[in-house]
């Protein structure tokens, strides 16, 4: 069975940075991607990025803006987002999605059918 955790939301000041993790179970040993996306109140989840097996290829959407970046810790079965100079507009619940058996890029929700739960980012003064 394929479970993801997300970690490492929380509270932040405009121009701070966090780093979230997705740790994958069930997944790792195969060919899959995981994609980074998040979702803010009253809007649809958006894709920021996504790395693929098993060359570990990133693939980043607009909203990644040079500020966000994938990488992974394969040892660990652990892809982590880094986020610098956020903005108030990056607040949002952020969640990581998996496939499996694949290593092609999606952004899009409909490609990846385990979530895990989010973690919440808040960017505030």
């Known amino acids: 069975e394929v479970q993801l955790v997300e970690s490492g939301g929380g509270l932040v000041e405009p121009g701070g940075s966090l780093r979230l993790s997705c740790a994958a179970t069930g997944i790792t040993g195969d060919d899959y991607t995981i994609g980074w996306f998040r979702q803010a109140p009253g809007k649809e989840r958006e894709g920021i990025g996504c790395?693929?097996?098993?060359?570990?290829?990133?693939y980043y959407g607009d909203i990644a803006e040079g500020r966000f970046t994938i990488s992974s810790d394969n040892a660990k079965g652990t892809v982590y987002l880094q986020m610098d100079s956020l903005k108030p507009e990056d607040t949002a619940v952020y969640y990581c999605?998996?496939?499996?058996?694949?290593?092609?890029?999606?952004?899009?929700?409909?490609?990846?059918?385990?979530w895990g739960q989010g973690t919440q980012v808040t960017v505030s003064s």
């Open positions: 999605g998996a496939r499996r058996g694949t290593g092609l890029a999606s952004l899009s929700t409909s490609f990846y059918p385990y």
């Open positions: 790395i693929m097996t098993p060359y570990d290829n990133i």
